[in-house]
């Protein structure tokens, strides 16, 4: 069968003029009084003029790479580079050890040479860092962001603010010591985020609050906050490395991340969450087959085991760290999400930005009531990108009071009879009153594990996926972000009059699709589900949400 688009109405703009106040928390108590108050300009970069990046930034896309491949190169190609820049040393007679590169330059008074020639390479270097850093340019107007670099290629990268799905802000290790981070604008394509990298970590949190409220319809005001220290370079530089600096002794500023994390996870189930994975039982396996093996020979274990324990291991760790100062708040903006022990990174998903939403419960978390839950969202990468969507687990390991905070902000459109739905009937289900379209008796083989929990449900907002018994999970697929629905049938379940119903959206963790429905059930669920997020794309309001 067919497919129903009904994507056509998903950008509505609210005729009325309704949405969310704008941000009273941020302003001060006079202006609250004052509807007509607009919010000040909080970074320099925006206003409409084109802008250059802070001065360090050379050396972290850059020269701290081209120092690791030279060091690289020297440790592991000396004697080849002694051989082919000073052939003297190899010219020797037979049984003779040449002598030390350094000594035969102080040896032969060729020092001063010597250090000048590096220090000739060092300027061209930092001659070129120099031009780079000129010609890579940012500017932030009323309705998009735009980025020009290079020197002799010239690149220019445009985000419309309309289409903003998320705003990032990465604070990796070393930028962290100098004060500095990058922003990334997620646009709604492939391919299609812009990179700041790199600003003072002040100027990126203001320029990041800036780009998201012109996303949300609003406009900055006239005035502009006075560039503190802009004119000097080398202020600008050492105020960024001793705010870094001084970050390690007092800790992470999270004053960006107000209000307060609605969920707190402590280590000890975050490292429990990990060990009861199913990496777990996947290395409980290889070490019962190492043992086995091990009587046989030994020899292949140097080669096959030892690097995939330390992937394991590896895998552990990160796992770990990753989870490690986790926070999800809302903010007037949408739902921000902060995680990372050494590389903190934060990101802010705009209202209606979330396709899709999964609650999943492995089962060896069953006993302990915890649960992780997962999004869809435009993540703007490149086709070619096959790096996981680290952001897509926005609740790593959670209970279920955590589960219900988390889901109130992801999706907030959600009516209290809804919840029973979600909760009672979805999560924790099935019940016996239950009122989900599910698994017929005659494709129960189908299904041999799971047709109790397999089923479907229409809201008045969102399609519910109920699904699995080993696995447990929910998906809950906001009906004004639903593309299209969709129904399979392949030979076996036609023979039994069963279908696949299927929830297009974006691409993601979230499983949106529910097999084995009886047909004809599946037939009504199809259509009512079709006019169904054709009239919620048409009312809503979240593509402007300041109005």
Not at 43 to 55: F, K, N, T, V
Not at 165 to 175: E, S, Y
Not at 296 to 309: D, G, I, K
């Amino acid at each position: 069968m067919s497919d129903a688009d009904t994507s056509g109405g998903a950008r509505a703009a609210d005729p009325a003029g309704r949405g969310p106040e704008p941000d009273a928390d941020r302003v001060p108590e006079a202006s609250r009084a004052a509807p007509t108050a607009r919010p000040a300009v909080r970074s320099p970069y925006s206003d409409g003029e084109w802008h250059r990046l802070h001065p360090l930034t050379p050396l972290l896309r850059g020269g701290l790479t081209l120092l690791v491949i030279i060091g690289v190169i020297v440790a592991n190609l000396r004697e080849r580079l002694v051989e082919l820049l000073f052939p003297v040393f190899t010219d020797l007679p037979p049984g003779e050890l040449p002598p030390d590169p350094v000594d035969f330059l102080f040896a032969n008074n060729l020092i001063l040479i010597a250090g000048g020639a590096t220090l000739a390479l060092l300027i061209v270097l930092l001659v070129l860092f120099r031009l780079s850093w000129r010609f890579h340019t940012l500017r932030i107007g009323d309705d998009d962001v735009e980025v020009r670099s290079g020197v002799l290629f010239r690149t220019h990268r445009r985000a419309p603010l309309d289409r903003v799905q998320g705003v990032n802000l990465t604070r990796p290790m070393i930028a962290r010591l100098l004060g500095l981070a990058k922003l990334e604008v997620v646009g709604a394509g492939l391919d299609a985020n812009v990179k700041l990298e790199y600003l003072s970590g002040k100027d990126a949190d203001a320029i990041r609050g800036d780009i998201l409220r012109l996303a949300s319809g609003r406009r900055l005001a006239a005035g502009q906050v006075p560039e503190n220290e802009r004119s000097s370079l080398a202020r600008q530089a050492a105020s960024a490395v001793g705010s870094g600096l001084q970050g390690l002794v007092d800790g992470e500023d999270f004053s960006d991340s107000e209000p307060e994390s609605i969920v707190r996870i402590p280590v000890g189930r975050l490292v429990a969450s990990r060990v009861l994975s199913g990496s777990t039982v996947f290395l409980i396996a290889l070490v019962v087959g190492i043992v086995v093996a091990a009587s046989l020979s030994t020899l292949w274990l140097l080669f096959t085991v030892v690097p995939m324990f330390l992937a394991f291991g590896a895998y552990y760790v990160r796992s770990v760290a990753r989870g490690l100062r986790y926070s999800i708040a809302p903010t007037p903006d949408g739902v921000r999400v902060t995680f990372g022990l050494f590389t903190t990174v934060s990101e802010i998903v705009p209202p209606g930005r979330v396709h899709a939403i999964e609650v999943r419960q492995p089962l060896m978390w069953r006993p302990f009531g915890w649960w992780t839950v997962s999004v869809n969202r435009l993540s703007g990468r490149s086709s070619t990108d096959s790096s996981t969507d680290q952001l897509a687990a926005v609740l790593p390991i959670g209970t279920r009071d955590d589960v219900e905070r988390v889901l109130e902000i992801l999706a907030p459109a959600l009516t209290g009879a809804e919840w029973t739905s979600v909760f009672r009937d979805g999560i924790l289900g099935p019940v016996e009153d239950d009122p989900y379209v599910t698994t017929p008796a005659r494709a129960r083989w189908l299904r041999p594990l799971s047709w109790r929990r397999n089923g479907v449900l229409l809201t008045d907002d969102a399609l519910l996926m109920r699904r699995g018994w080993v696995w447990r999970s929910l998906s809950i697929l906001p009906l004004a972000r639903l593309q299209s629905i969709g129904l399979e049938q392949g030979p076996l379940a036609r023979a039994f009059g069963a279908a696949t119903l299927t929830g297009h959206v974006i691409a993601g963790a979230v499983q949106t699709s529910v097999g084995a429905l009886d047909r004809d059930d599946a037939v009504r669920m199809f259509e009512r589900t079709a006019h169904g997020s054709v009239a919620a794309a048409a009312i809503d309001r979240s593509h402007r949400w300041a109005g």
